[in-house]
């Protein structure tokens, strides 16, 4: 199983999402093409109704917290309840920050 696929089936385990995003951005930083390292995520979930983002985002980092031990280098997400999610009319725009890490700078 690829490294996206485990990602989007742990969290679909865990949190149950109405709505899940796991996007691939390895091929935007150094390492071989087929690299499954840098991750983004969109999750909406019910489970994230009255806690704060730092809890929910909690949520998602022990969700993949054997991903995030070993190959998984970098993890971008965007946490929201249903009634945000619906707020936003279901588009949500999520920009990954530039990673300064590898042998690209």
């Not at 965007?78 to 009634?83: A, C, I």
Request: hydrophobic residues 40%; neutral net charge.
């Amino acid at each position: 199983m690829s490294m996206q696929a485990t990602i989007s089936a742990k969290l679909r385990s865990a949190l149950s999402p109405l709505h899940l995003e796991v996007i691939n951005e390895s091929h935007n930083h150094s390492g071989p093409s087929n690299a499954e390292s840098h991750f983004k995520v969109i999750v909406v979930s019910e489970q994230f109704v009255g806690r704060s983002l730092i809890e929910q985002q909690r949520m998602v980092n022990a969700a993949l917290a054997d991903e995030l031990k070993g190959a998984v280098h970098a993890l971008s997400m965007k946490t929201l309840t249903p009634e945000k999610w619906l707020a936003a009319g279901g588009q949500i725009t999520h920009e990954t920050p530039l990673c300064r890490g590898g042998s690209k700078h």
